[in-house]
């Protein structure tokens, strides 16, 4: 209603509404007054009143070009208070109840007492964390037309940096799609300029962009004409019907990307250029002397160069800016991955368009929104708020999920969690798809009074040739340049942490800067998430063990951090820094429980105890809280049942190596790796992964443990119903009053491992487990069975 009412009375009724008038204003207020509105009643609201003013009467009420809405509790936080209550309740009775030596089966019961108190204070503890993450949440709203009103001759220059690693599982195709899609933001080209870094220094990825930047030429002015969106030619053409796609421009320009991808996939097949390609660009003489991927030296070609009066799209405008960049690579000198790759596409780039604002996206995120560029602006030069902001980062979304997203998401991350950090001064860095000032990345720190403007003009004409540019940017990018300097330490991305980017921005925030979180109804992003259970286990390792080595590096969020962030943050970077510990809680839980069913030990209250009711309330009331809210984040029943799975085997697997390695560099004996995602799948593979069936695949660790679990907690529920019906040793009724919490523990473990014993013992399609680990797990998690029986 009061949408229309601001529409109607168009002109000046600031007067009449005041939460309309403190949002065009940007007047501090608006924190008492947004509750009364929810977040799309702001947004249309302060729609309506754009349309109403001339532009040339408003501009000076125009001046904030973002707006900050506080998110209104769903309901969850009375719960949250209950189950926290309840939480205090189950440990109270676990210290009050704790076995006598001796009692009830021997000393056994009392430590496995013991460990379950243990590590019901963890998930406790734990739980708090993750409420930080949802008390105070904001969301944020650009106006993008105010920002075009104020600064149109004035925008900066932006910089956007691609990073691949390996042609072979990072198709050239897939990259100059990203490639593409950034060319052709709803931006001036003549102040955007690309960048792409090959880390194999490939000449088939080099070979596919020079194609790309004779594709461009249509392509943008294809994009801009028809208003295109998503913008990666790949994903627009399957976006369309076959009805949409009848007239001629349609035709030709599908017809041009075709054969451009034909020719690259030919390429790709025969593992290298033509010769007849090699004659017609001379550039490929650089791969004179390479010889191989991990040893070669830097290359750098600027394929199409802004300030180049004669290089024009079809229509005679202007094209951004396109390098290729190869960093040298050596055996001898440490890479340090795609933080190495940063930095040098930093000093590349500062001397080419050194554009003061960046952005990074991953080779396999391509822009999905053509208007991102000045959705970030609008952060970056909010004349209230943007002094203090070094990165705009959006959410990684995945175009390749399926439905119930079998192998989880990171929705609720992204829907709910990020909202909350924004909350208290930044979400943190999670690399692909953010913005930053250029400044913060090299390591400056903030300060009220220097502000940094942006504003800039188009990039000068060269004086030098560019075959000597290249050249003496080459060294840049050479692997000794850093030697004996503070790049990776104090200027530029940080190295030594496989999460880089998480590192970087804690110490970003930690200079006294503060980020933003940026989520637009349409995406801004689209990426290509894993697609086997392996490749997903792999990268949460990663991700989960960089975040522990942050918590116990110098840069600790506990540590470091303290004093310079906001409390809320801290237990945030907290939440996430503690992924991996979680695994000894988790295995516990998973394991001691069940094994205490063969022998008729109880670890939980009776039915009939007073103590009962706190377990069955966090127990309840965690579920539901947590089933609400995947569901409120647009995910479904299936999915949320999904995740559940992942979470479990995450824990007990990815968490599990995460920590031990983590211990092992503490004490120095293990190297920083970083295993690249696959972005390419089988065919047979992808079918399953439609299908939603989850593919094990290949023999590996991380598998045997979790099958090895799945049989254990399968040996326990049958080993139950075993001496429930053949040795009657105690009646039905009897079991389940003392044990009912046990035995439905066991049975959900049970059940949430299905579709792992259908692998295990029934699929015959390659996504089964391997027969070696059947072996291995039925052993060994036989013989902790009978071992147990034994000893216990
Ligand atoms: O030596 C390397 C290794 C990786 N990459 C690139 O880094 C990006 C991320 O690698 P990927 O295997 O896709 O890892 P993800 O786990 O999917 O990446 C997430 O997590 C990383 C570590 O936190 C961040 O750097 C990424 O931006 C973020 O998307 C890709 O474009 C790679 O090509 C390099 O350039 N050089
Ligand atoms: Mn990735």
């Known amino acids: 209603m009061a949408t229309e ?84 309740q189950a440990d109270h009775f676990r210290l009050c109840n704790i076995p006598k030596p001796g009692e009830n089966g021997g000393g056994s019961s009392r430590y496995g007492w013991l460990g379950m108190l243990g590590a019901e204070l963890w998930f406790g503890f734990y739980w708090l964390l993750t409420q930080s993450l949802r008390w105070n949440r904001v969301h944020r709203h650009t106006f993008r037309d105010r920002l075009l009103l104020r600064y149109e001759n004035e925008l900066p220059r932006v910089d956007v940096f691609v990073c691949m690693a390996d042609p072979a599982i990072e198709p050239p195709v897939m990259v100059i799609n990203t490639v593409l899609s950034v060319m052709a933001y709803n931006y001036p080209p003549e102040k955007l300029s690309v960048y792409l870094s090959d880390d194999a220094g490939s000449e088939l990825t080099f070979y596919a962009l020079l194609e790309a930047s004779r594709f461009a030429k249509n392509w943008i002015p294809y994009c801009k004409k028809f208003n295109v969106e998503p913008r990666s030619p790949a994903a627009y053409f399957a976006s369309l019907s076959v009805s949409d796609q009848s007239d001629a421009d349609f035709s030709k320009i599908k017809r041009l990307y075709e054969d451009m991808a034909n020719r690259i996939d030919v390429a790709c097949k025969a593992g290298t250029v033509s010769d007849q390609a090699k004659l017609e660009y001379k550039g490929f003489s650089k791969w004179d002397s390479y010889t191989s991927k ?27 800016t396109l390098v290729y960049m190869a960093r040298e690579k050596h055996p001898q000198h440490f890479h340090n991955f795609k933080a190495g790759a940063m930095n040098a596409l930093l000093r590349v780039s500062s001397e080419i368009s050194n554009g003061p604002v960046i952005l990074n996206v991953d080779c396999d995120m391509y822009s999905n929104n053509s208007n991102s560029i000045q959705d970030a602006l609008c952060f970056f030069m909010d004349e209230e708020r943007s002094h203090e902001i070094a990165f705009v980062q959006f959410p990684q979304s995945f175009e390749n999920s399926t439905k119930n997203e079998i192998y989880g998401s990171l929705r609720v991350l992204d829907e709910v969690e990020f909202h909350g950090l924004d909350g208290y001064g930044g979400p943190l860095y999670t690399g692909t798809g953010c913005f930053h000032r250029r400044d913060t990345l090299y390591g400056r720190e903030f300060s009220k009074e220097a502000r940094i403007d942006l504003k800039s003009s188009c990039p000068e004409k060269m004086e030098e040739y560019v075959h000597e540019l290249e050249e003496r940017l080459e060294r840049l990018a050479s692997s000794m340049y850093e030697e004996n300097t503070q790049w990776g330490n104090e200027i530029g991305l940080k190295y030594g942490c496989p999460v880089e980017d998480v590192l970087t921005g804690l110490t970003i925030q930690c200079k006294g800067w503060k980020s933003v979180y940026y989520r637009p109804k349409r995406k801004g992003f689209l990426g290509v998430t894993a697609t086997t259970l392996d490749q997903i286990l792999v990268q949460h390792k990663r991700w989960s063990e960089g975040d522990l080595m942050i918590l116990l590096s110098k840069y600790s969020p506990v540590r470091y951090g303290l004093g310079k962030l906001n409390p809320g943050l801290v237990l945030g970077y907290l939440t996430y820094c503690l992924w991996s510990p979680n695994c000894l809680a988790t295995l516990y839980y998973s394991i001691v429980p069940s094994l205490y069913l063969l022998r008729g030990t109880s670890l939980f209250p009776q039915v009939s105890s007073k103590w009962f009711l706190p377990f069955a309330y966090v127990i309840i009331g965690e579920l539901i809280h947590s089933f609400t809210e995947f569901l409120w984040s647009g995910g479904t029943v299936l999915g949320w049942w999904n995740e559940q799975r992942i979470w479990l085997y995450k824990r007990t697997s990815s968490y599990i190596f995460a920590f031990l390695d983590t211990m092992l560099k503490l004490f120095g004996s293990s190297n920083t790796t970083f295993i690249v995602t696959p972005k390419v799948t089988d065919e047979d593979v992808l079918l399953r992964y439609k299908q939603e069936k989850m593919e094990f695949g290949s023999a590996s660790s991380m598998l045997t443990i979790l099958s090895t679990l799945a049989m254990l907690n399968l040996f326990c529920l049958v080993g139950l119903v075993k001496i429930l019906i053949l040795t009657r040793e105690f009646e039905l009724k009897y079991a389940f009053e003392t044990m009912a919490l046990q035995i439905l523990l066991c049975g959900v473990l049970v059940f949430v491992n299905m579709p792992l014993y259908n692998a295990l013992f029934f699929r015959q399609d390659k996504g089964k487990i391997p027969s070696s680990i059947v072996v291995q797990s039925v052993v060994f998690a036989l013989s902790v069975c009978i071992s147990v029986e034994l000893v216990l």
């Open 294 to 320: 991990k040893n070669h030296a830097a290359i750098l070609q600027i394929l199409i160069d802004s300030r180049d009066e004669e290089t024009k799209d079809i229509d005679g405008v202007r094209l951004p």
């Open 5 to 88: 009412k601001a529409a109607e009375d168009g002109g000046d009724h600031r007067q009449h509404h005041p939460i309309l008038a403190n949002l065009i204003t940007g007047i501090k207020e608006e924190e008492q007054v947004e509750r009364e509105l929810d977040v799309n009643e702001i947004s249309e609201l302060c729609q309506a009143h754009c349309k109403g003013i001339p532009a040339s009467q408003g501009l000076d009420q125009r001046k904030a070009t973002t707006e900050v809405c506080e998110f209104d509790d769903d309901g969850s936080g009375q719960l949250a208070e209950k189950c926290q209550t309840m939480y205090q």
